[in-house]
């Protein structure tokens, strides 16, 4: 591809290596946002063109109903402070029109693969040296929650599979699926549940976009594998079935409240931001904790603290998300949009990782992969 070294040429490389260099900071949340941040002034700065398709459309509408639940809360002050988490969409677009910029199937994969490598041997390496000390620690690798770096892990082992799968580089593929093997190692000892519905979630779209329940199969092999084999892996994954386990009793009690927030402010939801400080009000019966950060769940904190109109629109960018991605899931990208998508889609469910901005961010790259033209890439 011949170099363009005119002004324009040079910005528009700039603004492209910087949505990439944020791209492979994604575990390091300052880094990151400096990054992301330059690329938004060389975006204003260049003005290229962004590719307009039904997941922007409905991100923009769950922006604007966001922002309109702002001065609708009770301490629109308070809600106010919490204008970032709105501000952080703004990354798709960039990541839009960059893709199209420049092409990114070579450098991509190997800014994921080199990701994954880093967070799988920090987390191993963390293990070796917290657990024994201390049981109760959780793998959190560079961020400074356990539940971050397993979402991180999740969209990582769906793009990698799908690279794997149907990348052009044969060298690459094959460290592609190490890759996601590896990454599967840190998910089980952290423990966390969501991302293990993440990966089953993914294993299900795979093997419905390939048709081949090979796929399937293997997944409910190491489902069982897991399950009779005594360890902690099996024992945490099977308290996922126990209505009497307090971490269950306590999300199912969140849910209830959440409903309840809806209910009472069912345009705008209790505003951004107010659902641990409005919490203590809806406190329902069999909660183990009074106080909470958030719901644990996308739909229902996006319906508890921006309305029902803000949770339609979510559920469609993520229809939309999902639709593009199954379109083009004969290409590794469209493919690669659709597990990494579907599997923190599905994990969200029972937690709150579209408000956990590094994993937003790279869903938000990865939900880009497959809303452009192949052709663009």
């Known amino acids: 591809m011949q ?40 975006f204003l700065l260049l003005r290229p063109r962004v590719p307009l398709n039904a997941s922007l459309a409905f991100l923009i509408l769950f922006a604007i109903v966001s922002l309109a639940s702002i001065p609708a809360a009770a301490q629109p002050g308070r809600a106010l402070r919490h204008f970032g988490e709105v501000a952080n969409l703004a990354v ?5 029109a960059g893709f199209v910029l420049r092409p990114v199937r070579r450098v991509l994969p190997r800014i994921f693969l080199g990701l994954t490598v880093v967070l799988s041997i920090w987390g191993l390496v963390e293990f070796a040296f917290k657990v024994p000390g201390d049981p ?14 397993s979402g991180l892990l999740v969209v990582l082992f769906g793009l990698l599979v799908a690279y794997a799968i149907l990348g052009e580089e044969r060298r ?16 089980l000892l952290n423990l966390t549940r969501n991302a293990w519905v993440g990966l089953l979630a993914a294993a299900v779209l795979l093997a419905a976009a390939r048709k081949r329940s090979l796929y399937l199969a293997a997944a409910a092999a190491a489902v069982l594998l897991l399950v009779l084999v005594p360890n902690p892996a099996g024992r945490r994954f099977l308290s996922i079935f126990d209505p009497a386990n307090p971490t269950n009793r306590d999300r199912i009690a969140m849910w209830k409240a959440g409903w309840a927030m809806a209910v009472e402010q069912p345009a705008t939801g209790q505003g951004l931001g107010m659902v641990q400080d409005d919490y203590r009000r809806f406190l329902q019966a069999g909660a183990v904790r009074a106080e909470v950060p958030h719901l644990h769940s996308n739909p229902v ?5 921006r309305g029902f109109v803000a949770l339609a629109a979510y559920l469609a960018f993520v229809g939309a998300v999902l639709w593009a991605g199954w379109r083009r899931r004969n290409d590794w990208t469209g493919l690669a949009s659709l597990l990494a998508c579907g599997g923190i889609f599905a994990a969200g469910l029972f937690e709150y990782n579209f ?4 994993v937003l961010w790279l869903t938000l790259a990865a939900a880009a992969l497959g809303g452009i033209d192949g052709d663009g890439l």
């Not at 300052?30 to 992301?36: D, F, N, R, V």
């Not at 690459?172 to 998910?187: D, N, T």
């Open 3 to 42: 170099i363009d070294r005119s002004p324009e040429g040079r910005l528009a490389s700039l603004f492209f290596w910087l949505l990439l260099a944020g791209v492979a900071a994604a575990p390091f949340i300052a880094l990151s946002t400096i990054l992301y941040g330059l690329a938004f002034i060389a």
């Open 92 to 96: 798709f677009p960039l990541f839009l």
């Open 136 to 149: 109760s620690w959780r793998i959190r690798g560079p961020m400074s929650h356990y539940m971050t770096y």
């Open 172 to 187: 690459l593929r094959l460290l592609s699926l190490g890759g996601a093997g590896l990454a599967v190692l840190p998910m």
């Open 301 to 305: 904190q996006i319906m508890a603290e």
């Open 355 to 358: 408000g956990d901005t590094e």
